[in-house]
Structures are given as structure tokens and as C-alpha cells.
């Protein structure tokens, strides 16, 4: 067949621009985006909005669920859940038109586990690739849908863990393989599935031993201590890829290929952390969770080592904490690191910027409101997303600068994402699509 030169350089013209966009510009497969750390190539973000003010749609959601929407091509996946938690559902929205083209029941449970009325029913966000989404709601039950008839292609639903307080930790896709966190109150381990068969590759229980959380060195029957709501990372250092996994008490690494431990490092004064790490120059950032929890800048160790984070590193190890910080701690939003700078807000509604290499504090400024959602960068730009549904904008710089601030009704536990030059943003009842 001959393409007349005119419509082949239509055509040229157009892959070439949908080239220089780039795959990460219209896709968020997962939890914090295409590389996991809340960072966009997008350009041309609004900064300020309301309820009549570059609203492209909004669409109502039924139930309660703190799950984040991923996107892939023209589809947003989201996950929700009876109040009760009785009933579970996947949905799909048309990211042009924001129209529901799927509300599909995955699961009824007649006896649900307990969920602190801070979480919800349905709080893991899905991750979605071309052709498949997975979506999981711990250890109820896990699936692997067709993204084009909503067929369950495979589930598994035999995986014991009590959440406690709810699950929290979203599945992860990283060659071939879904990685999956389960820290309950009575087991604590991780899983790589094959993402076509949904078949067991690993499963690999946490090494720590909780034997040591009093002062008597009893076992504290306390299940916040073993429970952890984390999202797992895979990054590369010199020795190879890594898959960071923190878990109740103590941060991981391990070999994504057949999840043996390569180095650990404990804190066993803090419980219940949350958050997914960002990775730098070679260094792993992650906050230590609730209690006294700290912010730990970490270079990765060599297999077998291990260290206390609260004792003197001793001996000739690689595992070290290059520094830390007591102050301005996130529970739940997780850090973004941008040109040497990490920035974290505070459960509590304090922003914060360290040097990176160093530490060195460089300004803490309070910001209203409280904070769940992980916060988002765009050209320069830090997006902060508060429960009471304000939305503050800062630049990601040395200095404090406040850019724009804007509300929405019903506020944010869910994290953003981001398509083309639009945002996504699912507050406690609705999905939005923002755009100048």
C-alpha cells in the first residue's frame, strides 16, 4: 500500500511529537507515578483551581477508599469499597470525558477484617500496564484484570495476614514481576508474583524478631509495632537492582530475583510507617513511621549487613547512615527529592527542606492543614494536597516560595496523578480532571 507523502508526513509529525512527550508524560502505572518517587516530565500544569475554574469534569465516586488513581492510555483505575467493607469494586473512568465506563464488584466478604476509621476499606492503589491492571485489597484478595473486557484473568486470595488496622501497601511492577508488602499484626513478609499467572516466584518472611520492644526485652503485644502500610521501590546501585522494603521496625533491601535479604537496618523505636522511599546519588531516603520516627539518608551495604539505627555504627561497613533528622518527620505523605534538595510535609502540616548530601536544614515553614496524600512534583513545583482539600503550591527551591493555593470540597487521602498537561485528583468522594 502506497501512503500519499502528505499524510505520511502527517503521520511522521505526529509519532514524532507523541515521541518527544514521552510515555511518562501520559502514563501513571503505578503508586507516585511512573518512577515511583511523585515526579512528572509533564508540563503546563495549572497551579491555581476551584470548582468552576479549569475543571474538565468531575465525576462522583461511590463508597470509601483512599486508593490513588493510576492511568493508562485513555484509562484511569481506581479501587473503592462498601463503607462496611462488606463489598469490594475496581472502577474504570474515561479519561477524556470522565465518564464510568466499568463498576465491576471484585469481591463480597461477609466477615471483613477491622479498618481504623482513619483508612478505608480499598486504600492500596492498583498498577496498571498495557493490557492488565492489578488490583489488591491485602489479604482479601488480589487480581489481575483484562484492561479491555474487565475479565479476571487470575487471583489469589490465600495469602493470611491480619492488617490491623487495615491494609495500606500498594503493588509495585518491576520485570515480569508484582511485589507485594504484608505487614499484619501476625505476619509480616513479601511476595513477587509472575504478572501473567499470578503464580508464587518468592515469598520471603521479615527477618526482624520483635523480641526486643520493651525495656525487659519481652515481646510487646502490641500489634502497631509489627504493622506497616509501605509501598515497595526498585532502584540500581553499583551491585545491582534492589528492591527497598520497609517493613514494622525496620527498613530492607532485597534481591528482587529470588528475594533473599541483602542488608537491613532497624528502628525499633518507631511503628506503623507508611510511606514508599525516594532514592538519590546513590543514597535510599525513608522515614522511620509513627512513634519517634526520623528521616534516614541511607547508603545501601553489602549482603549480610545490618545495623541499629540508634547505636554507633561500628566496624568497617558499607550499610551507613550518612545522617538524620528528629524534625519534621512525614508519617503517611512520603518525601520528593529534587536537585540535591528533599522535601517532606509533615502529617501535621509543616513543609521542609534539607540539603540532601548533608542534611543541613535549610527552611521548615507550616503550611494549613493535615496531610495523607503524597505530595507531587512538576516543573519546579512542589503540589501539596491537604485532608481539609486545600491545595498549596511551593517552589521546589531554597527558598520558601508559595505559588498558588486552591480548594475542593471533601479534601484529599488519595495521591495525585498526572496525564498529558492534566491532573488527576480524587478527593473522599469524587475524581477530578484540572487543566488550564
Same mark, same amino acid.
Given at each position: 500500500?502506497?501512503?500519499?507523502?502528505?499524510?505520511?508526513?502527517?503521520?511522521?509529525?505526529?509519532?514524532?511529537?507523541?515521541?518527544?512527550?514521552?510515555?511518562?508524560?501520559? +502514563?501513571?502505572?503505578?503508586?507516585? @507515578?511512573?518512577?515511583?518517587?511523585?515526579?512528572?516530565?509533564?508540563?503546563?500544569?495549572?497551579?491555581?483551581?476551584? =470548582?468552576?475554574?479549569?475543571?474538565?469534569?468531575?465525576?462522583?465516586?461511590?463508597? #470509601?477508599?483512599?486508593?490513588?488513581?493510576?492511568?493508562?492510555? +485513555?484509562?484511569?483505575?481506581?479501587?473503592?469499597?462498601?463503607?462496611? *467493607? /462488606?463489598?469490594?469494586?475496581?472502577?474504570?473512568?474515561?479519561?477524556?470525558?470522565?465518564?464510568?465506563?466499568?463498576?465491576?464488584?471484585?469481591?463480597?466478604?461477609? +466477615?471483613?477484617?477491622?479498618? /481504623?476509621?482513619?483508612?478505608? /476499606?480499598?486504600? &492500596?492503589?492498583?498498577?496498571?500496564?498495557?493490557?492488565?491492571? !492489578?488490583?489488591?485489597? %491485602?489479604?482479601?484478595?488480589?487480581?489481575?484484570?483484562?484492561?479491555?473486557?474487565?475479565?479476571?484473568?487470575?487471583?489469589?486470595?490465600?495469602?493470611?495476614?491480619? /492488617?490491623?488496622?487495615?491494609?495500606?501497601?500498594? &503493588?509495585?511492577?518491576?520485570?515480569?514481576?508484582?511485589?507485594?508488602?504484608?505487614?499484619?499484626?501476625?505476619?509480616?513478609?513479601?511476595?513477587?508474583?509472575?504478572?501473567?499467572?499470578?503464580?508464587?516466584?518468592?515469598?520471603?518472611?521479615?527477618?526482624?524478631?520483635?523480641?526486643?520492644?520493651?525495656?525487659? @526485652?519481652?515481646?510487646?503485644?502490641?500489634?502497631?509495632?509489627?504493622?506497616?502500610?509501605?509501598?515497595?521501590?526498585?532502584?540500581?546501585?553499583?551491585?545491582?537492582?534492589?528492591?527497598?522494603?520497609?517493613?514494622?521496625?525496620?527498613?530492607?533491601? !532485597?534481591?528482587?530475583?529470588?528475594? #533473599?535479604?541483602?542488608?537491613?537496618? =532497624?528502628?525499633?523505636?518507631?511503628? *506503623?510507617? %507508611?510511606?514508599?522511599?525516594?532514592?538519590?546519588?546513590?543514597?535510599?531516603?525513608?522515614?522511620?513511621?509513627?512513634?519517634?520516627?526520623?528521616?534516614?539518608?541511607?547508603?545501601?551495604?553489602?549482603?549480610?549487613?545490618?545495623?541499629?539505627?540508634?547505636?554507633?555504627?561500628?566496624?568497617?561497613?558499607?550499610?551507613?547512615?550518612?545522617?538524620?533528622? #528528629?524534625?519534621?518527620?512525614? #508519617?503517611?505523605?512520603?518525601?520528593?527529592?529534587?536537585?540535591?534538595?528533599?522535601?517532606?510535609?509533615?502529617?501535621?502540616?509543616?513543609?521542609?527542606?534539607?540539603?540532601?548530601?548533608? *542534611?543541613?536544614?535549610?527552611?521548615?515553614?507550616?503550611?494549613?492543614?493535615?496531610?495523607?496524600?503524597?505530595?507531587?512534583?512538576?516543573?519546579?513545583?512542589?503540589?501539596?494536597?491537604? =485532608?481539609? *482539600?486545600?491545595?498549596?503550591?511551593?517552589?521546589?527551591?531554597?527558598?520558601?516560595?508559595?505559588?498558588?493555593?486552591?480548594?475542593?470540597?471533601?479534601?484529599?487521602?488519595?495521591?495525585?496523578?498526572?496525564?498529558?498537561?492534566?491532573?488527576?485528583?480524587?478527593?473522599?468522594?469524587?475524581?477530578?480532571?484540572?487543566?488550564?
Amino acid at each position: 500500500m502506497t501512503i500519499a507523502r502528505p499524510l505520511l508526513s502527517a503521520l511522521l509529525l505526529a509519532a514524532a511529537a507523541a515521541d518527544s512527550r514521552g510515555a511518562d508524560d501520559l +502514563n501513571w502505572p503505578e503508586f507516585r @507515578g511512573p518512577r515511583g518517587d511523585g515526579s512528572t516530565t509533564s508540563t503546563g500544569l495549572p497551579v491555581t483551581w476551584s =470548582e468552576t475554574n479549569h475543571v474538565k469534569w468531575k465525576t462522583d465516586l461511590h463508597g #470509601k477508599a483512599w486508593s490513588s488513581p493510576v492511568i493508562w492510555g +485513555n484509562q484511569i483505575w481506581l479501587t473503592t469499597a462498601s463503607p462496611d *467493607g /462488606h463489598e469490594r469494586f475496581v472502577l474504570c473512568v474515561d479519561r477524556d470525558t470522565g465518564q464510568v465506563v466499568r463498576d465491576q464488584k471484585l469481591y463480597d466478604v461477609p +466477615n471483613p477484617q477491622f479498618a /481504623h476509621q482513619f483508612n478505608s /476499606h480499598a486504600s &492500596p492503589t492498583p498498577a496498571v500496564q498495557a493490557g492488565r491492571v !492489578y488490583v489488591t485489597f %491485602g489479604a482479601t484478595g488480589t487480581a489481575c484484570l483484562d484492561t479491555e473486557t474487565g475479565k479476571v484473568l487470575w487471583e489469589r486470595r490465600d495469602f493470611v495476614c491480619n /492488617h490491623f488496622r487495615g491494609a495500606g501497601s500498594s &503493588p509495585i511492577l518491576h520485570d515480569g514481576r508484582l511485589y507485594l508488602n504484608f505487614d499484619g499484626s501476625d505476619h509480616q513478609f513479601l511476595v513477587a508474583l509472575d504478572q501473567q499467572t499470578g503464580r508464587t516466584l518468592w515469598q520471603t518472611e521479615r527477618s526482624i524478631d520483635f523480641k526486643d520492644l520493651t525495656p525487659e @526485652g519481652k515481646v510487646k503485644d502490641d500489634g502497631d509495632y509489627r504493622k506497616a502500610f509501605t509501598t515497595g521501590h526498585v532502584a540500581t546501585f553499583a551491585g545491582g537492582p534492589q528492591l527497598l522494603s520497609q517493613g514494622g521496625q525496620a527498613m530492607y533491601a !532485597y534481591n528482587p530475583a529470588d528475594g #533473599k535479604e541483602i542488608w537491613r537496618v =532497624e528502628e525499633r523505636s518507631s511503628q *506503623g510507617a %507508611g510511606t514508599r522511599p525516594v532514592v538519590g546519588d546513590g543514597l535510599v531516603y525513608v522515614p522511620t513511621g509513627w512513634a519517634q520516627g526520623q528521616i534516614l539518608a541511607l547508603r545501601p551495604g553489602k549482603k549480610g549487613e545490618w545495623l541499629d539505627a540508634n547505636q554507633p555504627t561500628e566496624g568497617d561497613r558499607q550499610l551507613s547512615i550518612v545522617w538524620r533528622t #528528629k524534625k519534621g518527620v512525614p #508519617k503517611k505523605p512520603s518525601l520528593l527529592l529534587h536537585q540535591g534538595l528533599l522535601f517532606a510535609i509533615a502529617d501535621n502540616g509543616v513543609a521542609s527542606c534539607w540539603d540532601a548530601t548533608t *542534611g543541613a536544614a535549610i527552611w521548615s515553614e507550616r503550611v494549613e492543614g493535615n496531610y495523607s496524600a503524597a505530595p507531587l512534583l512538576a516543573e519546579g513545583k512542589i503540589y501539596l494536597f491537604s =485532608e481539609e *482539600g486545600k491545595t498549596t503550591v511551593i517552589a521546589a527551591d531554597r527558598q520558601f516560595a508559595k505559588l498558588g493555593e486552591s480548594r475542593l470540597p471533601d479534601g484529599f487521602m488519595a495521591s495525585p496523578a498526572v496525564s498529558g498537561k492534566a491532573l488527576f485528583l480524587r478527593t473522599k468522594t469524587s475524581l477530578y480532571r484540572l487543566e488550564n
